[in-house]
């Protein structure tokens, strides 16, 4: 099968032995899409980088974002502002919704029920005229940066936001109607690819995958990151691990989202939305840019902080899963290694064991219920 289209989740090669309809055994193929995006880190400041991170997961790109700045902040402990934590949160948990919607509209569509796709693209509109609003950019925005955001968000921004959320919340409840109980969905989905919480562990699973297996494990609420531990929601979780599962968790995660987005703009408080002493940084006081060899050029080095000579691993809770990063520092402007822990990736190593023995139907099902994007899983 395969390699399927680049437009949508990227492009997955999977070999496939069948017995009949019956799948006997698969292997996934990867690298289509490998642009060697960790070397690039590592000769890249961090601020030169961040344009390349929305690459990865393209359909959630300000949680690659999130995750490229929180790890030299907290390598370096900087501190954020609280106004700059609010806008984060608001900004991550559209994403949020974005990639879920991006989700739910391929995997009906693979399925075989064509409307939701439409569905979901007018309510993707909205989010990404928000983001357009207040980053310039609708898909790769380059809007967080080392201690804050890049600006502040416009005016009348924060009401059109209160709209989107009373309006979505009535589409979800649109989109239960038309999918939840629909007799044909149940069929192709009830107690495909299940998963026992056991296994997920043992395969190192994250995200809304982990969640349908019944573990509530969400790093928002284990890592405290951000601003998370003010505001008011709940884990969704289901236990059965089916397909099933998968679909009633992720549009449970959209609601939870809206509530999270609500009590962040009620609550959003003033003050600079970026730390600007990261912008100071120690120069020598006769630097060699300043030698007459070098007085027409008119671009000076941009202002960078070296990184300590330490490693770490951050983590943030993207919708596909647990994406990490674990950053080596070398008291350079250069990471010495960034080592990207990329949630499709590590979820899709199940889906040899999910398909077997089962109809070559369900695959598409499951490959769909696994949520990747091959952007990241390829890096």
Not at 159 to 187: H, S
Not at 249 to 272: D, F, H, N, T, Y
Request: charged share 25%.
């Amino acid at each position: 099968m395969g390699p399927h289209h680049p437009s949508m989740h990227g492009v997955l090669r999977l070999i496939v032995t069948l017995d009949g309809e019956d799948v006997i055994d698969c292997e996934p193929i990867l690298g289509y899409l490998h642009r060697g995006m960790e070397k690039i880190a590592e000769n890249r400041t961090i601020i030169q980088y961040l344009p390349y991170v929305t690459r990865w997961d393209y359909l959630a790109t300000m949680f690659t974002e999130a995750i490229t700045v929180n790890a030299p902040e907290r390598l370096e402990s900087v501190q954020v502002p609280k106004r700059a934590s609010y806008i984060r949160v608001i900004m991550l948990e559209l994403s949020r919704i974005a990639s879920h919607l991006l989700w739910l509209g391929p995997f009906m569509a693979d399925i075989g029920a064509q409307t939701p796709f439409f569905y979901i693209l007018r309510e993707r509109e909205l989010i990404y005229d928000l983001f357009e609003a207040a980053t310039g950019m609708r898909m790769m925005h380059n809007y967080f940066r080392i201690g804050g955001v890049a600006a502040d968000l416009p005016y009348g921004w924060i009401d059109k936001c209160f709209d989107f959320c009373d309006y979505f919340l009535t589409e979800v409840v649109e989109y239960q109607k038309l999918i939840t109980r629909n007799p044909i969905f149940l069929e192709r989905v009830e107690g495909v690819g299940i998963i026992g919480g056991e296994e997920t562990i043992n395969w190192g699973l994250s995200g809304p995958m982990l969640r349908a297996s019944g573990i509530q494990w969400d790093l928002r609420k284990v890592d405290h990151y951000e601003c998370y531990n003010k505001f008011d929601w709940e884990v969704k979780w289901q236990k059965e691990g089916d397909t099933l599962a998968r679909y009633l968790v992720r549009i449970g995660e959209m609601q939870e989202s809206i509530k999270i987005i609500q009590q962040a703009l009620e609550g959003i408080p003033g003050g600079p939305y970026e730390n600007l002493e990261n912008r100071r940084f120690h120069r020598t006081k006769d630097s060699e840019w300043n030698n007459f060899e070098y007085r027409f050029i008119t671009k000076k080095l941009s202002p960078n902080f070296e990184l300590l000579k330490q490693e770490l691993y951050v983590r943030v809770e993207a919708p596909k899963g647990e994406l990490g990063i674990y950053l080596i520092g070398d008291s350079s402007v250069f990471p010495w290694r960034w080592k990207i822990r990329p949630p499709g990736f590590i979820n899709l190593q199940i889906l040899p064991q999910l398909v077997k023995r089962m109809k070559l139907a369900d695959i598409m099902t499951i490959l769909g219920s696994i949520d990747i994007i091959m952007g990241e899983v390829d890096r």
